[in-house]
């Protein structure tokens, strides 16, 4: 059974700090596309950063230069660095994955394309 449960959410000033985990079970983390996404109130969920099977990461340009997505296989664990937060980074903080062919392929950051979903973390930035 696939589980991705998130973590480390929480209330912090601009310009602050958090690190979310994401603890997955139930599938391969080192053969699979893992992202973050997002979604504030009112607004559709956003992919913002993407790692895959070999590392690679790729960031949307909303977050890019401020976060940073890595994973330790071996905990099966993904996380995402998030520093100098801004009010606008406010939202909900979901982690998903895929595997199979799709991952090794394409690895987009895309909703739809998304099977598995972690209950989400809350973030909330202060101005």
């Known amino acids: 059974q696939v589980q991705l449960v998130e973590s480390g959410g929480g209330s912090v000033q601009a310009g602050g700090s958090l690190r979310l985990s994401c603890a997955a079970s139930g599938f391969t983390v080192s053969r699979s596309c893992m992202v973050w996404f997002r979604q504030a109130p009112g607004k559709e969920r956003e992919g913002i950063a993407r790692i895959t099977s070999d590392y690679s990461t790729s960031y949307a340009d909303s977050v890019k230069g401020r976060f940073t997505i890595s994973k330790d296989n071996a905990k099966a664990t993904l996380y995402l660095q998030m520093n100098s937060l801004k009010p606008e980074d406010t939202a909900m903080y979901y982690c998903?994955?895929?595997?199979?062919?799709?991952?090794?392929?394409?690895?987009?950051?895309?909703?739809?394309?998304?099977?598995?979903w972690g209950q989400g973390t809350q973030v909330t930035v202060s101005s």
């Open positions: 998903a994955a895929r595997g199979g062919t799709w991952a090794l392929q394409k690895c987009g950051m895309q909703e739809a394309d998304f099977l598995y």
